[in-house]
Each structure stands twice: as C-alpha cells, then as structure tokens.
C-alpha cells in the first residue's frame, strides 16, 4: 500500500461513501489489495468512529453463501 496519512485515507473513504470513487478505484490508486483495504478501513474504529459507522450503514457486510 502506498504510504499516506490518516486524514488522506479518511478522503479516500469518505470517497467511497459518497460515490465519488468506488473501493476498486481506491484500491487501484493505493497499489493494494482488497483485504489491507478493508482492514485498514476496520480500523478506523479506533481513530475515527464514526467515519466507521457510516461507512459500515453505507456497506454492510454479506457473508458469502456457499
């Protein structure tokens, strides 16, 4: 992943809540996967709460039926 700060990657996500950028498109941007970005974003509960709340009510998660 390429190295940015904090408050750049919370403009990433707020991005994606928005609908300016989708996740492929920041995932592409940052030259990473999907997994560090979603982990990344996971973490956000720690610093930035509530960021985290609306992305989460944005993008639920759906466990894969198998």
């Known amino acids: 992943m390429k190295q940015i700060s904090q408050e750049e990657f ?3 996500v707020e991005a994606i809540i928005r609908g300016d950028m989708s996740r492929t498109q920041v ?3 940052l030259q ?3 997994r560090t970005l979603n982990n990344r974003i996971h973490e956000l509960i720690l610093t930035n709460p509530e960021l985290h709340r609306r992305y989460v009510e944005k993008h639920p998660y759906k466990p894969r039926e198998k």
Request: charged share 55%; proline share 0%.
């Open 32 to 34: 990473t996967e999907a």
């Open 10 to 12: 919370e403009r990433y």
């Open 27 to 29: 995932i592409k941007e």
